[in-house]
Nanobody, 121 residues
Framework: QVQLVESGGGSVQAGGSLRLSCAASGYTSGYCMGWFRQAPGKEREEVARLWPGYYANYGTRYADSVKGRFTISRDNAKNTLYLQMNSLKPEDTAIYYC????????????WGQGTQVTVSS
């Protein structure tokens, strides 16, 4: 069983930065991990994804809306996933969720409880 706990959300003005953390317990080393977000009245969308090193297509993937502003990374020793968010915009306001899982299940076997990010103009 995998448990994911997000932290680091908060309120920030446009142009500011936040770093989200996702502390994982249980097996995640062979899983891909990702960040998703859901704004009020909208569907959940993928923000960024990171594959474990042994996958042939190892690397990261970002939504077009966050490319160049957000960076996903992982500290394997701490079993923690991060999302560094820079140049935040009001449209980044959402609940951010961490996920982990197999590639065949679109990295979505497990979910955290979410952390709120609010960006004011």
């Amino acid at each position: 069983q995998v448990q994911l706990v997000e932290s680091g959300g908060g309120s920030v003005q446009a142009g500011g930065s936040l770093r989200l953390s996702c502390a994982a317990s249980g097996y995640t080393s062979g899983y891909c991990m990702g960040w998703f977000r859901q704004a009020p009245g909208k569907e959940r969308e993928e923000v960024a994804r990171l594959w474990p090193g042994y996958y042939a297509n190892y690397g990261t993937r970002y939504a077009d809306s966050v490319k160049g502003r957000f960076t996903i990374s992982r500290d394997n020793a701490k079993n923690t996933l991060y999302l560094q968010m820079n140049s935040l915009k009001p449209e980044d306001t959402a609940i951010y969720y961490c996920s982990s899982g197999s590639a065949s299940n679109n990295c979505q076997n497990y979910w955290g409880q979410g952390t709120q990010v609010t960006v004011s103009s």
